[in-house]
Protein backbone atom coordinates (compact mmCIF):
# COMPACT_ATOMS: atom_id res chain seq x y z
CA UNK A 1 0.00 0.00 0.00
CA UNK A 2 1.81 3.30 -1.10
CA UNK A 3 0.22 6.36 0.54
CA UNK A 4 -0.66 8.75 -1.29
CA UNK A 5 -0.73 11.42 2.06
CA UNK A 6 0.72 14.75 1.62
CA UNK A 7 2.43 14.89 4.87
CA UNK A 8 4.08 11.27 4.34
CA UNK A 9 6.38 13.03 1.94
CA UNK A 10 7.41 15.77 4.25
CA UNK A 11 10.77 16.17 5.74
CA UNK A 12 14.05 14.93 4.50
CA UNK A 13 12.59 11.65 3.18
CA UNK A 14 11.38 13.82 0.38
CA UNK A 15 14.84 15.31 -0.62
CA UNK A 16 16.04 14.04 -3.87
CA UNK A 17 19.18 13.61 -4.51
CA UNK A 18 19.35 16.66 -6.83
CA UNK A 19 17.76 18.50 -4.34
CA UNK A 20 19.57 17.29 -1.13
CA UNK A 21 21.54 21.09 -0.42
CA UNK A 22 18.06 23.62 -1.46
CA UNK A 23 16.76 20.98 1.33
CA UNK A 24 18.67 21.16 3.64
CA UNK A 25 18.99 24.88 3.76
CA UNK A 26 15.03 24.67 3.64
CA UNK A 27 15.49 22.46 6.90
CA UNK A 28 17.58 24.53 8.65
CA UNK A 29 16.29 27.72 7.66
CA UNK A 30 12.71 26.56 8.68
CA UNK A 31 13.98 25.14 11.93
CA UNK A 32 15.22 28.52 12.83
CA UNK A 33 12.25 30.27 12.01
CA UNK A 34 10.21 27.78 13.80
CA UNK A 35 8.32 28.29 17.14
CA UNK A 36 7.88 26.41 20.11
CA UNK A 37 5.37 23.67 20.26
CA UNK A 38 1.85 25.58 20.58
CA UNK A 39 -0.15 25.51 23.79
CA UNK A 40 -3.13 23.39 22.69
CA UNK A 41 -1.32 21.38 20.74
CA UNK A 42 1.21 20.15 23.37
CA UNK A 43 -1.46 19.47 26.20
CA UNK A 44 -3.11 17.53 23.57
CA UNK A 45 -0.40 15.68 23.13
CA UNK A 46 0.49 14.84 26.65
CA UNK A 47 -3.45 13.81 26.68
CA UNK A 48 -2.29 11.39 24.38
CA UNK A 49 0.88 10.37 26.06
CA UNK A 50 -1.30 9.92 29.44
CA UNK A 51 -3.40 7.24 27.98
CA UNK A 52 -0.28 5.38 26.49
CA UNK A 53 0.65 2.48 28.90
CA UNK A 54 3.24 0.55 27.35
CA UNK A 55 6.95 1.40 27.82
CA UNK A 56 6.56 3.57 24.93
CA UNK A 57 10.31 4.62 23.78
CA UNK A 58 10.95 8.32 23.45
CA UNK A 59 7.44 9.09 25.21
CA UNK A 60 8.94 8.24 28.23
CA UNK A 61 11.45 10.88 28.17
CA UNK A 62 8.37 13.49 27.15
CA UNK A 63 6.73 16.05 29.96
CA UNK A 64 5.15 19.12 29.80
CA UNK A 65 8.51 21.01 29.58
CA UNK A 66 9.54 19.79 26.63
CA UNK A 67 9.11 21.23 23.35
CA UNK A 68 6.53 19.12 21.78
CA UNK A 69 8.12 20.26 18.20
CA UNK A 70 11.29 18.49 19.06
CA UNK A 71 10.20 15.11 19.55
CA UNK A 72 10.73 12.24 17.47
CA UNK A 73 7.85 10.87 15.36
CA UNK A 74 5.92 14.78 15.88
CA UNK A 75 6.10 17.70 13.13
CA UNK A 76 4.84 21.12 13.55
CA UNK A 77 4.57 24.12 10.88
CA UNK A 78 6.68 26.98 11.79
CA UNK A 79 4.29 28.29 13.88
CA UNK A 80 4.69 25.65 16.11
CA UNK A 81 1.18 23.85 15.33
CA UNK A 82 1.71 20.07 15.42
CA UNK A 83 0.94 18.62 11.39
CA UNK A 84 2.36 15.25 11.90
CA UNK A 85 1.93 12.70 14.44
CA UNK A 86 3.65 9.18 12.95
CA UNK A 87 4.90 6.76 15.45
CA UNK A 88 5.88 3.13 13.96
CA UNK A 89 4.85 0.90 15.82
CA UNK A 90 6.24 -2.92 15.80
CA UNK A 91 8.10 -3.55 13.06
CA UNK A 92 6.61 -2.40 9.54
CA UNK A 93 7.26 -5.39 7.05
CA UNK A 94 6.55 -2.94 3.85
CA UNK A 95 8.44 -0.69 5.24
CA UNK A 96 11.76 -1.91 6.62
CA UNK A 97 13.13 1.86 6.25
CA UNK A 98 11.21 3.39 9.28
CA UNK A 99 12.73 2.71 12.26
CA UNK A 100 10.57 0.50 14.35
CA UNK A 101 10.44 1.00 17.49
CA UNK A 102 7.39 -1.05 20.17
CA UNK A 103 4.25 -1.57 20.29
CA UNK A 104 1.78 1.47 21.51
CA UNK A 105 -0.60 -0.27 23.78
CA UNK A 106 -3.28 2.05 25.43
CA UNK A 107 -6.53 3.85 24.25
CA UNK A 108 -6.47 6.74 21.86
CA UNK A 109 -7.51 9.99 23.85
CA UNK A 110 -9.95 12.75 22.69
CA UNK A 111 -7.70 15.31 23.19
CA UNK A 112 -6.18 14.43 20.08
CA UNK A 113 -8.75 16.56 18.44
CA UNK A 114 -7.34 19.14 19.63
CA UNK A 115 -4.58 19.31 16.94
CA UNK A 116 -6.39 21.43 15.09
CA UNK A 117 -3.60 22.02 12.06
CA UNK A 118 -2.64 18.13 12.14
CA UNK A 119 -2.48 16.75 8.82
CA UNK A 120 -0.76 13.34 9.22
CA UNK A 121 -2.35 10.95 11.97
CA UNK A 122 -0.43 7.25 11.75
CA UNK A 123 -0.14 4.57 14.64
CA UNK A 124 -0.21 1.55 12.74
CA UNK A 125 0.96 -1.64 14.84
CA UNK A 126 1.57 -5.58 13.76
CA UNK A 127 1.09 -7.11 17.00
CA UNK A 128 0.06 -5.57 19.90
CA UNK A 129 -1.51 -2.45 19.90
CA UNK A 130 -4.27 0.14 21.27
CA UNK A 131 -7.38 -1.13 22.55
CA UNK A 132 -10.75 0.99 22.98
CA UNK A 133 -12.62 3.03 20.55
CA UNK A 134 -11.64 5.61 17.79
CA UNK A 135 -12.59 8.94 19.85
CA UNK A 136 -15.29 11.23 17.68
CA UNK A 137 -13.11 13.72 18.27
CA UNK A 138 -10.78 13.43 15.94
CA UNK A 139 -13.86 14.45 13.58
CA UNK A 140 -12.84 18.17 14.52
CA UNK A 141 -9.36 17.38 12.71
CA UNK A 142 -10.40 19.36 9.64
CA UNK A 143 -6.99 19.31 7.59
CA UNK A 144 -6.49 15.62 8.58
CA UNK A 145 -5.32 14.04 5.16
CA UNK A 146 -4.24 10.41 6.31
CA UNK A 147 -5.61 8.61 9.26
CA UNK A 148 -3.62 5.43 9.67
CA UNK A 149 -5.16 3.24 12.43
CA UNK A 150 -4.18 -0.28 10.91
CA UNK A 151 -3.26 -3.01 13.03
CA UNK A 152 -4.81 -2.25 16.66
CA UNK A 153 -6.84 -3.62 17.96
CA UNK A 154 -9.82 -0.32 18.01
CA UNK A 155 -13.37 -1.82 18.73
CA UNK A 156 -16.74 -0.36 18.73
CA UNK A 157 -18.25 1.36 15.60
CA UNK A 158 -16.39 4.01 13.17
CA UNK A 159 -17.41 7.74 14.36
CA UNK A 160 -19.77 8.99 11.63
CA UNK A 161 -18.09 12.22 12.95
CA UNK A 162 -14.85 11.30 10.17
CA UNK A 163 -17.01 12.59 7.93
CA UNK A 164 -16.43 15.74 9.09
CA UNK A 165 -12.74 15.31 7.52
CA UNK A 166 -13.25 16.27 4.17
CA UNK A 167 -9.38 16.66 3.38
CA UNK A 168 -9.13 13.01 4.01
CA UNK A 169 -7.08 10.90 1.36
CA UNK A 170 -6.35 7.58 3.01
CA UNK A 171 -8.37 6.16 5.34
CA UNK A 172 -6.60 2.92 7.14
CA UNK A 173 -8.44 1.68 9.86
CA UNK A 174 -7.67 -2.54 9.05
CA UNK A 175 -6.87 -5.28 10.91
CA UNK A 176 -9.06 -4.04 14.17
CA UNK A 177 -12.27 -4.95 15.51
CA UNK A 178 -14.52 -2.57 14.27
CA UNK A 179 -18.53 -3.47 14.51
CA UNK A 180 -20.95 -1.73 13.64
CA UNK A 181 -22.06 -0.53 9.84
CA UNK A 182 -20.40 1.83 7.88
CA UNK A 183 -21.46 5.32 8.83
CA UNK A 184 -23.75 6.80 5.58
CA UNK A 185 -21.21 10.30 7.00
CA UNK A 186 -18.43 8.82 5.04
CA UNK A 187 -19.82 10.04 1.56
CA UNK A 188 -18.28 12.92 2.36
CA UNK A 189 -14.95 12.22 2.15
CA UNK A 190 -14.81 13.48 -1.71
CA UNK A 191 -10.54 13.44 -1.85
CA UNK A 192 -10.54 10.04 -0.53
CA UNK A 193 -7.82 7.59 -2.58
CA UNK A 194 -7.70 5.05 -0.82
CA UNK A 195 -9.78 3.07 1.92
CA UNK A 196 -8.52 0.19 3.94
CA UNK A 197 -10.86 -0.99 6.22
CA UNK A 198 -10.28 -4.78 6.31
CA UNK A 199 -10.10 -7.46 8.74
CA UNK A 200 -12.66 -5.85 10.91
CA UNK A 201 -16.22 -7.07 11.91
CA UNK A 202 -18.36 -4.90 10.03
CA UNK A 203 -22.05 -5.85 8.95
CA UNK A 204 -24.62 -3.97 6.97
CA UNK A 205 -24.24 -3.53 3.42
CA UNK A 206 -21.70 -1.94 1.22
CA UNK A 207 -23.18 1.90 1.02
CA UNK A 208 -24.09 2.80 -2.36
CA UNK A 209 -22.69 6.25 -1.73
CA UNK A 210 -19.06 5.21 -1.69
CA UNK A 211 -19.71 4.29 -5.63
CA UNK A 212 -19.52 8.73 -5.72
CA UNK A 213 -16.34 8.65 -3.89
CA UNK A 214 -14.48 9.03 -7.40
CA UNK A 215 -11.04 9.67 -6.48
CA UNK A 216 -10.93 6.44 -4.99
CA UNK A 217 -8.27 3.94 -6.03
CA UNK A 218 -7.85 1.33 -4.15
CA UNK A 219 -10.96 0.02 -1.97
CA UNK A 220 -10.61 -2.89 0.42
CA UNK A 221 -13.39 -4.43 2.49
CA UNK A 222 -12.25 -7.91 3.10
CA UNK A 223 -12.74 -10.06 5.70
CA UNK A 224 -15.61 -8.28 7.40
CA UNK A 225 -19.62 -9.51 7.53
CA UNK A 226 -20.87 -7.55 5.16
CA UNK A 227 -23.74 -8.37 3.26
CA UNK A 228 -25.80 -7.77 0.51
CA UNK A 229 -24.52 -7.14 -3.13
CA UNK A 230 -22.05 -4.53 -4.77
CA UNK A 231 -23.85 -1.43 -5.55
CA UNK A 232 -24.13 -0.40 -8.78
CA UNK A 233 -22.84 2.72 -8.26
CA UNK A 234 -19.26 1.30 -8.34
CA UNK A 235 -19.01 1.78 -11.87
CA UNK A 236 -18.63 5.51 -11.43
CA UNK A 237 -15.48 4.77 -10.09
CA UNK A 238 -12.89 5.40 -12.73
CA UNK A 239 -9.81 5.61 -11.20
CA UNK A 240 -10.07 2.19 -9.02
CA UNK A 241 -7.61 -0.57 -9.48
CA UNK A 242 -7.31 -2.13 -6.16
CA UNK A 243 -10.99 -3.70 -5.39
CA UNK A 244 -11.40 -6.55 -2.99
CA UNK A 245 -14.07 -7.89 -1.42
CA UNK A 246 -13.57 -11.75 -0.26
CA UNK A 247 -14.51 -13.00 3.00
CA UNK A 248 -17.66 -11.43 3.26
CA UNK A 249 -21.34 -12.60 2.83
CA UNK A 250 -22.35 -10.76 -0.13
CA UNK A 251 -24.58 -12.16 -2.79
CA UNK A 252 -26.07 -10.86 -5.91
CA UNK A 253 -24.61 -10.70 -9.45
CA UNK A 254 -21.41 -8.59 -9.74
CA UNK A 255 -22.41 -5.42 -11.62
CA UNK A 256 -21.09 -5.99 -15.05
CA UNK A 257 -20.33 -2.63 -15.78
CA UNK A 258 -17.38 -3.06 -13.82
CA UNK A 259 -15.55 -4.62 -16.57
CA UNK A 260 -16.06 -1.23 -17.88
CA UNK A 261 -13.26 0.09 -15.31
CA UNK A 262 -10.04 0.33 -17.12
CA UNK A 263 -8.07 1.19 -14.55
CA UNK A 264 -9.64 -1.91 -12.72
CA UNK A 265 -6.25 -4.36 -12.51
CA UNK A 266 -6.44 -6.10 -8.90
CA UNK A 267 -10.01 -7.50 -8.00
CA UNK A 268 -10.46 -10.06 -5.50
CA UNK A 269 -14.28 -10.82 -5.21
CA UNK A 270 -14.54 -14.45 -4.46
CA UNK A 271 -15.49 -16.80 -2.89
CA UNK A 272 -18.29 -15.01 -1.73
CA UNK A 273 -22.03 -15.49 -3.33
CA UNK A 274 -21.27 -13.46 -6.06
CA UNK A 275 -22.55 -14.19 -9.14
CA UNK A 276 -21.39 -12.95 -12.66
CA UNK A 277 -17.84 -12.41 -14.21
CA UNK A 278 -15.18 -11.15 -12.14
CA UNK A 279 -13.75 -8.55 -14.28
CA UNK A 280 -10.45 -9.25 -15.39
CA UNK A 281 -10.66 -12.58 -13.80
CA UNK A 282 -7.46 -11.82 -11.65
CA UNK A 283 -9.25 -12.89 -8.47
CA UNK A 284 -6.46 -12.98 -5.87
CA UNK A 285 -4.75 -11.04 -3.11
CA UNK A 286 -2.89 -8.19 -3.13
C1 LIG B 1 11.30 16.80 31.43
O1 LIG B 1 12.17 16.23 30.47
C2 LIG B 1 13.46 16.83 30.42
C3 LIG B 1 14.22 16.12 29.32
O2 LIG B 1 13.53 16.12 28.13
C4 LIG B 1 14.14 16.68 31.76
O3 LIG B 1 15.40 17.35 31.71
C5 LIG B 1 13.27 17.28 32.83
O4 LIG B 1 13.87 17.05 34.09
C6 LIG B 1 11.91 16.67 32.83
N1 LIG B 1 11.05 17.36 33.79
C7 LIG B 1 10.28 16.71 34.62
C8 LIG B 1 9.43 17.53 35.51
O5 LIG B 1 10.22 15.47 34.65
C1 LIG C 1 -9.00 19.46 24.39
O1 LIG C 1 -9.87 18.38 24.26
C2 LIG C 1 -10.57 18.03 25.40
C3 LIG C 1 -11.35 16.75 25.12
O2 LIG C 1 -11.93 16.74 23.86
C4 LIG C 1 -11.41 19.19 25.87
O3 LIG C 1 -12.14 18.88 27.01
C5 LIG C 1 -10.52 20.37 26.12
O4 LIG C 1 -11.27 21.50 26.46
C6 LIG C 1 -9.63 20.70 24.95
N1 LIG C 1 -8.61 21.67 25.35
C7 LIG C 1 -8.29 22.74 24.65
C8 LIG C 1 -7.22 23.59 25.21
O5 LIG C 1 -8.80 23.03 23.59
C1 LIG D 1 -13.88 -2.92 23.48
O1 LIG D 1 -12.91 -3.71 24.14
C2 LIG D 1 -12.91 -3.54 25.55
C3 LIG D 1 -11.80 -4.41 26.10
O2 LIG D 1 -10.59 -4.10 25.50
C4 LIG D 1 -14.24 -3.92 26.15
O3 LIG D 1 -14.24 -3.67 27.53
C5 LIG D 1 -15.34 -3.12 25.49
O4 LIG D 1 -16.60 -3.54 25.95
C6 LIG D 1 -15.28 -3.28 23.97
N1 LIG D 1 -16.26 -2.39 23.36
C7 LIG D 1 -17.03 -2.79 22.34
C8 LIG D 1 -17.98 -1.77 21.84
O5 LIG D 1 -16.97 -3.90 21.85
C1 LIG E 1 -6.86 5.54 -15.41
O1 LIG E 1 -5.48 5.68 -15.18
C2 LIG E 1 -4.84 6.59 -16.04
C3 LIG E 1 -3.35 6.54 -15.79
O2 LIG E 1 -3.03 5.94 -14.58
C4 LIG E 1 -5.42 7.97 -15.85
O3 LIG E 1 -4.80 8.89 -16.71
C5 LIG E 1 -6.91 7.92 -16.13
O4 LIG E 1 -7.49 9.18 -15.87
C6 LIG E 1 -7.58 6.87 -15.26
N1 LIG E 1 -9.00 6.80 -15.49
C7 LIG E 1 -9.59 6.32 -16.57
C8 LIG E 1 -11.07 6.37 -16.63
O5 LIG E 1 -8.96 5.82 -17.48
Known amino acids: MASSCRSSRRGTTSCSFILIILCFSFISSSQLLSQACHDVDRSALLGFKAQITSDSGNLRTWNASTDCCQVQHIECDTTGRVVQLNIPGTPDMAA??????????GTLSPTLGNLSSLEFLKINNHYEGLVGPIPPELGNLQNL??????????????????GNLVQLTSLYLFNNQLSGVLPSALQSLTKLTE??????QLTGEILPEIGNLRNLNSIDLRYNNLQGSIPSSFVNLVNLYNFYVRGNRLS???????????????????????????PLAIGQDA
Open 96 to 105: PDETSTFPLT
Open 145 to 162: DCLHLGGNHLNGSIPSSL
Open 195 to 200: LYIERN
Open 252 to 278: GEIPSALQSLTNLTSTDLSPDQLKGKI
